[in-house]
């Protein structure tokens, strides 16, 4: 970002990326991805701040004294391997379309369609498996109002899962465009962005899953380094 | 004027149905238009909320249907109306979608579909927030700051309705400034034309640029507030809510804290503060510069100062909660952080007004608006110092001089700005001029009044007259002067509120019967004023885009006739206008 922010300060050469080389097509596509890119970083800065503050709501949440965490030995968070295998599916899902991300640099239509499809399976498979968790959740008597912690189980693993059906629609259009065979290098761009967003929300599904997992001496010390104890 | 030479490479598709041109319009500036009217027009909405509870505060009793419940639902969607709904949509999606890539030489906004989704989802914002003066039970009435768990307890008038339809429109609001600043900030960063450095950049877009950055880090906070108050509303969780007894009942709510919401809010509040204030410091510049002809001054200096505000602003938040029990560490840290804000605030006042010093000031409407906010953001900022200091701010807080102070530096300061930016601009929007007598009116009327109204609540505000309360009669602390002072008050405010038909007839009036204003009335230096079409056709700068040689600042060039040098103008070319100027001199000794 600091690169950007000073790329066209005073000294550098002018002129902004729209209109850098009047070279042709080929200039403006890459331009053109600059841009998403660029957009899609700002956008992923306003998620991480939605998301900070919901966790730094967790925390001072946390340190009252009606939440009953999720992790004691009779709660539905004791055992973690429900939340593993979704975890799984996650990053196999990552690693499908970083693979697909790779095969579309290097032109390869066929690996490129295989990997973005099975990346949008796998990320279905988590979702399907969050909602899983869920009724687990109700089915031990664990409802959204019962306690604090729960209320947060259910708001923070349902905004991402929000975040990810988002995705999954941006998915779902590259897809249809895949099957009216646009040709790979339009879609290129798509398919790179998808990934960063899928990685984004892995990275953002690890930091929930550490948070939620964690043991109430955890969130009394996280409390107490931030000044909320 | 120098273009870049080559010419685009992509075609522009130009809009050609009545639909695609102004409704479903992806332009910028048929967006600025649209996001501008509707923000007017809500605008117009709480003027008249504010004229209703004017009168019941001078004559109590005057208004049957202003009972205590009317007089909350009125006073908090007059806040929330102008702080969201009015100046932050007006700054950012108003003046931000016009000005931004006219003023930095892009053909449009970098996501034009976003940007058209983001008016219309302003739009459904609008829609939700005003549907609820029709939902059982009306508007909610629990202040504008929603402060739980009064704003969701039984006895707050729109408790059912009203409260969910407030959250549901700010979240819808949120999405759609996140979708717009998206486009700003990437529009500043990406889409610059040849020439247009960062620090070549005009104010308004330095001013608009940071705002937008810090709604996008800000809203979140709203929207993090919006959804958990949601939740205990509509879920029964208890994130806020904590156990009480309710018009004589247990609530089912336990163990919640309503301090939290409140740091949320306010994480939120103080930047928004700055969001609406920063773009009018940006316009505010170019309209003393342009109409001053005299360079800013201190322009870099103007440009850190709006980055240090901008990244200020988030640690000053806990001022706003000096009476809610917090720690005194706490109070005394944001006391330091609020008296450190005033330094690069300051600064940029000192710039205005060395601007001024010595300048060829033309008292033009804009001038007069920027002037007026100088004067009227001084007094609003420095009686921000008082309430800065946890000591002064405890006995004065919620009374009228806490109202006086926002509604000088939060309320009447950027709406000057608005006011000012508008009659500069519009010339450029339409074509036409604004009527300038009807301007002038407008003006005095509008700047002494609002001085007639707000002044005096200072002086209320020592007395100790709390805000807040719908009547002030019969309470032994508030003198009858008060109330004598109240009734005038009341009778300016309607005054300065029905004088704004003046400004509303001028734009409808001007937009079609105006004086022709030719290409750029003001001779202004920045990039707007130099389009080949006046007003600006779809992509803004025909087949090829302008190369940008300077700032946007160059007034009054010694040793040149015109006393102003387009940011377009190469050296060479001013080397030739300085020769062409000489030579006329020389002719005119001559004869």
Known sequence: MKRLLLRNADGADPGGSWSRDPGGIQATEADRSQIARTGLRLFLVVVSSLFFLFLFAFIARSQMADWLPLTDPLAPLANLWQLWLNSAFLVLSCIALQWSRMAARQARLDATVIGFALGGVFAIAFLVGQFWVWQQFVAWGYFVASNPANSFFYLLTGLHGLHLLGGLIAWGIIVAKFLRRVPLPQLSVSVELCTIYWHYLLGLWFVLFALLASTPETYEAIARFCGLR | MAYAEQAETEALHEPKSFLTKYIWSQDHKVIAIQYSLTALFVGVIAVVLSGLMRIQLGFPGTLEFMDASAYYQAMTMHGMIMVIYLLTALFLGGFGNYLIPLMVGARDMVFPYVNMLSYWFYLLAVVVLLSSFFVPGGPTGSGWTLYPPQSISQGTPGVEWGIVLMLVSLAIFIVAATMGGLNYVTTVLQARTHGMTLFRMPLSVWGIFIASIMALLAFPALFVSAVMMLFDKLLGTSFFMPAMISLGQQIDHQGGSPILFQHLFWFFGHPEVYIVALPAFGL????????????????????????????????????????????????????????????????????????????????????????????????????????????????????????????????????????????????????????????????????????????????????????????????????????????????????????????????????????????????????????????????????????????????????????????????????????????????????
């Not at chain 2, 004067?375 to 309430?387: A, E, K, P």
């Not at chain 2, 405890?394 to 508008?422: C, K, N, Q, R, W």
């Not at chain 2, 300016?492 to 022709?516: D, E, M, Y």
């Open chain 2, 284 to 591: 505010v510049s170019d309209l003393i510069s342009t109409h001053a002809r005299k360079n800013i001054f201190g322009y870099r200096m103007m440009v850190w100062a709006i980055i240090a505000i901008g990244v200020l602003s988030f640690v000053v938040w806990a001022h706003h909660m000096y009476v809610s029990g917090m720690n005194p560490y706490f109070g005394f840290f944001f006391a330091v952080t609020t008296l450190i804000i005033a330094v690069p605030t300051a600064l940029k006042v000192y710039n205005w007004v060395l601007t001024l010093w010595r300048g060829d000031i033309h008292l033009t409407v804009p001038m007069l608006f920027a002037l007026a906010f100088i004067v009227t953001f001084l007094v609003g900022g420095l009686t921000g110092l008082f309430l800065g200091n946890v000591i002064v701010d405890i006995p004065l807080s919620d009374t009228y001089f806490v109202v006086a102070h926002f509604h000088m530096v939060m309320g009447v300061a950027p709406v000057l700005v608005v006011f000012g930016g508008i009659y500069h601009w519009f010339p450029k929007v339409t074509g036409r001029m604004l009527n300038d007598t009807l301007g002038k009116l407008h003006f005095w009327i509008t700047f002494l009044g609002t001085y007639a109204i707000f002044f005096p609540m200072h002086y209320l505000g020592f007395q100790g007259m709390p805000r807040r309360y719908y009547a002030y009669e019969n309470y032994a602390f508030i003198p009858q002067s008060a109330q004598e002072l109240n009734a005038f008050i009341t009778v300016i405010a309607l005054t300065v509120g029905v004088s704004q038909l003046l400004f509303l007839f001028n734009l409808a009036w001007s937009a079609f019967k105006g004086k022709p204003a030719g290409s750029n009335p003001w001779g202004a230096a920045s990039l707007e004023w130099q389009t080949p079409n006046t007003p600006p056709i779809h992509g803004n700068w025909g087949a090829k885009l302008p190369v940008v040689h300077r700032w946007a600042y160059d007034y009054s060039v010694p040793g040149i006739e015109q006393d102003f040098v387009p940011q377009t103008v190469s050296a060479e070319e001013l080397e030739q206008m300085r020769q062409l100027s000489a030579g006329t001199k020389i002719a005119d000794v001559k004869t």
